[in-house]
């Protein structure tokens, strides 16, 4: 039904119009729709055999060669035991060929043992962001457990799946097709159709891909406009940049890690006059480039939307080199190269840049700051704002006490940046694996883009793309792993070690969906219950969990001397877990975890420990964060409940 909400100032003739060509669109669908069905249900149809009996295998001649021994085989069993599979051969050349072939019993001398039981878990190697769990129950499990308290577990939803409103495909294709036909054929805005109210829903509501009918009325999709055709260079970019995460973890559209819409990046000064760009190029990328062309020669005019382009690009990359440029605006070089000469005048460098803020002078030893501890602290999203990062502009970095990340928009002189270390090889033989290194001292990994000296990016006088091996903090981000392997083990399935390991060196990342840790409580009932848990306490807020999803570090066995310990670390601004040995382990060595005292308690111990986690209040980053309040949980009742489920390991 039409949304009620909406007013309605439609033209008479438009809702006439409407009315008229939704109601012929369902006529002639349903038409079509019932001889369409009638047709496939009779493709389905077999054939029956025009001999019902179960003959033998015939050669092309017709000879039966096997009636003789099927018969003396049926009778030697009994009728109910008696089954014939007919196998047709089809031979290239030639007509078919049928053979009766009974079923032989074969009585075996031990019984075979049984399948172990096992889960299912989707294998990633990164980390997935899910949150909060739906409001809405996909099913009830272990329903089949007469010990499982399943109306327990239910009570931490509102609704079940099968309860959930779901678009009816054929009247979406119905829809469709008549908003097709009075957008193009009567010339009908897509504004002027939804004023009518007379469609189900808004003729440009979003639906989940899908394959249409085969209906022969039915049209290519829509032409949906897009949400760029009519906006300006700045705001198309914006847009494509709110989707792209930055993350040097990530570098990829609509990332699944980070769920938070990026923020637009400041407007950067150029540094380069456009007379040193030739030192920025090797060699000519062809016949147009500004290198082999004078700055003499004349260039045809640009468009305005091929100006705004060029001028968008170039506040973000200013010294981009014309080659680059002439591929991102698909103009010729040297056209590019004196554009941006007239942008950016040599009289734009000879003035000295002097920072906007007095306050990015001062000192950092005021700041305080608890990204150091993942007990107490939970990564924000990058800051953007104008103005210092201080209780004046709202700083989400300020407010959580954390540092501003290289991500961060703010000013490159912040006093909250971190800068990474300044450790060489020159200085100490473990390279950012002691306290010396103020990465390491911080509970984090070095930085590629800011840790220079120790090489943590690369070796960039050889290969800029070379992975040096002197930094040895930087394991997880590389994903520099050992080779495992899942085996049986004492214990169900175990990990073994594939590679000698010596102390402190990377195993593998412990990875898995991270809800909040007000969600994994919900979790932690239906894990308790099967006697496997897989939640990993991330922060005060996040918790990953290897259920459904994760690597095989989710297969590590409990044992109080551990071979292993697991470490949380600050990985470019996001707590990552990392799995190290704690000793020299040889090869073929199960790895096995320290879980915690809290991992082992029964129910009734962890009831009483939930009061101070109900209690707990996710930070308040910014205005737009994402992490749900608890009063946006599905299962607040629940929680209040003396009947709240148990609390998860608090593995470090």
Request: include cysteine; hydrophobic fraction near 30%; charged fraction near 25%.
């Amino acid at each position: 039904m039409a949304d009620s909400s909406r007013k309605v100032t439609s033209d008479p003739d438009h809702s006439y119009l409407v009315k008229s060509v939704y109601q012929t669109t369902w006529n002639d669908f349903y038409d079509w729709e019932q001889a369409y069905c009638l047709q496939t249900l009779r493709s389905l149809a077999r054939v029956p055999p025009q001999d019902a009996s179960y003959p033998g295998k015939k050669n092309l001649n017709g000879v039966d060669t096997c009636s003789r021994s099927l018969a003396l085989r049926r009778s030697q069993v009994s009728d109910y035991e008696y089954e014939i599979f007919t196998v047709i051969d089809y031979p290239v050349n030639g007509e078919a060929e049928t053979a009766a072939l009974p079923v032989v019993t074969v009585k075996g001398t031990r019984p075979f043992e049984p399948c172990a039981p096992y889960e299912i878990c989707t294998p990633v190697n990164r980390n997935i962001s899910v949150g909060d769990d739906s409001h809405y129950m996909p099913f009830i499990p272990l329903i089949d457990d007469p010990t499982f308290n399943a109306l327990r577990h239910a009570e931490d939803y509102n609704y079940f799946q099968w309860q959930m409103p779901h678009r009816d495909p054929d009247l979406e294709a119905i829809v469709t097709e008549a908003v097709y036909n009075l957008h193009r054929k009567h010339q009908l805005s897509f504004q002027a159709i939804d004023e009518t109210e007379i469609l189900p829903f808004p003729s440009q509501s979003p639906a989940l891909p899908r394959d249409f009918p085969k209906w022969l009325a039915m049209h290519s999709p829509l032409p949906h406009l897009s949400s760029h055709a009519n906006s300006s260079g700045p705001e198309r970019l914006a847009s494509l940049a709110s989707n792209f995460c930055s993350n040097m973890n990530c570098l990829t559209g609509f990332c699944t890690v980070h769920m938070a819409d990026m923020p637009m990046p400041e407007s950067v000064r150029p540094t380069i006059p456009s007379n040193d760009l030739v030192y920025t190029v090797l060699q000519p990328c062809g016949s147009d480039c500004f290198l082999l062309k004078n700055v003499s020669y004349s260039v045809p005019p640009w468009s305005d939307e091929d100006v705004e382009a060029l001028t968008t690009v170039l506040s973000l990359s200013p010294d981009l080199s014309p080659c680059h440029l002439a591929i991102i605006c698909r103009k010729p070089c040297f056209e590019v190269y004196k554009r941006r000469r007239r942008l950016f005048p040599d009289s734009l460098f000879s003035k000295a840049h002097k920072p906007t803020e007095k306050n990015f002078k001062r000192s950092t030893r005021r700041l305080k700051f608890d990204d150091h501890i993942p007990t107490i602290f939970t990564p924000n999203p990058p800051c953007s704002h104008s103005g210092p990062c201080d209780a004046s502009s709202g700083c989400p970095c300020f407010k959580n006490n954390a540092h501003c990340e290289r991500s961060c928009r703010c000013d490159r002189k912040c006093p909250r940046r971190w800068h990474g270390c300044t450790c060489s090889k020159a200085k100490q033989e473990k390279i950012c694996r002691t306290t010396r290194c103020s990465c390491f001292r911080a509970r984090r990994e070095c930085d590629p883009e800011l840790c220079t000296k120790c090489e943590a990016r690369g070796d960039a006088s050889e290969n800029y793309y070379f992975e040096s091996d002197i930094c040895k903090n930087i394991s997880i981000q590389r994903s520099d792993r050992k080779r495992t392997q899942v085996r049986q083990s004492k214990w169900g399935l175990g990990l073994y070690i594939d590679e000698e390991a010596q102390e402190d060196d990377f195993i593998l990342e412990y990875t898995g969906e991270i809800v909040y840790e007000i969600t994994s409580l919900c979790r932690d009932f239906v894990s308790r219950h099967r006697k496997r848990c897989y939640l990993y306490t991330l922060n005060p807020t996040h918790t990953i969990d290897s259920t459904k999803a994760g690597n095989e570090s989710r297969f590590i066995n409990h044992d109080s001397n551990p071979n292993c310990y697991g470490k949380i670390k600050l990985v470019n601004g996001e707590h990552r877990i990392g799995i190290f040995a704690c000793c020299h382990i040889l090869p073929g060595t199960e790895l096995s975890l320290d879980y915690g005292d809290s991992f082992f308690e029964d129910g009734a111990d962890a009831a009483a420990d939930n009061t101070s986690r109900r209690s707990m209040t996710p930070p308040d980053f910014a205005s737009d964060q994402v992490i749900l309040s608890l009063d946006q949980h599905s299962s607040d009742a629940t929680y209040a409940d003396s009947e709240s489920g148990t609390p998860i390991s608090d593995r470090e």
